[in-house]
């Protein structure tokens, strides 16, 4: 399984207008992927941005798709709403399972790091030996790392609401469970975006 997240940049007000119809082009057979969530970010990014994140088969279906989005007139089928987009080709973390949709929480946090050379295998050990425990205080949507652009990995975290996130995150850190080892050591730059699920998220 292969990931891609795309954030669509969307004229002033226009959200509700493009949600519809980007259901709709989605789902539909025209386009490749499954439709695993959409996001409305909330803080820490330009306002009228969408998160969308697909999955994918192989890496024949997801080069299809990008050709498709990249050479396309209306690339998401929401016409004139779309004022830009960016999307980003990721690989999940081996020893992690597919995502799964479903109801985890009402608000969920992407936060991406940009890795030292060399960062991303000791990234991922120290990932492998900490996400059990982690993983027990609530659920990893997914962590993967990109296949394209600067070296980076990016992880998706859901929570019942934002004071549940605080606890989480900060029983995590007393407890010593989290980060993981070789995590902070090869990160060399983070940013971190808390977005809600939009009526279309299969991902809620």
């Not at 929480?105 to 059990?132: D, N």
């Amino acid at each position: 399984m292969l990931y891609e997240l795309a954030t669509l940049s969307l004229k002033l007000r226009t959200v509700p207008k493009a949600l519809s119809a980007l259901e709709t082009y989605t789902t539909s057979d025209a386009t490749g992927g499954r439709l695993l969530g959409c996001w409305e970010p909330e803080h820490g990014v330009i306002v009228g941005q969408l998160l969308l994140l697909r999955g994918f088969e192989n890496a024949e279906e997801l080069t299809e798709e990008r050709t498709r989005v990249l050479t396309s007139a209306d690339p998401f089928g929401i016409g004139e709403h779309l004022a830009g987009f960016q999307v980003e080709s990721y690989a999940p973390f081996p020893f992690l399972p597919p995502v799964e949709p479903g109801h985890y929480g009402s608000v969920y946090e992407f936060r991406t790091y940009h890795l030292k050379v060399g960062g991303l295998v000791p990234t991922m050990a120290g990932w492998e030996a900490a996400v059990p425990e982690r993983t027990r205080l609530h659920p990893l949507t997914t962590a993967m790392y990109g296949l394209d652009g600067v070296p980076r990995i990016t992880h998706i975290w859901p929570f019942p609401d934002l004071n549940a996130r605080l606890e989480i995150r900060r029983e995590s850190y007393e407890r010593g469970i989290w980060p993981p080892e070789n995590g902070p050591e090869n990160i060399a730059h983070a940013t971190s975006t808390i977005a809600l699920p939009t009526p279309i998220s299969p991902l809620a």
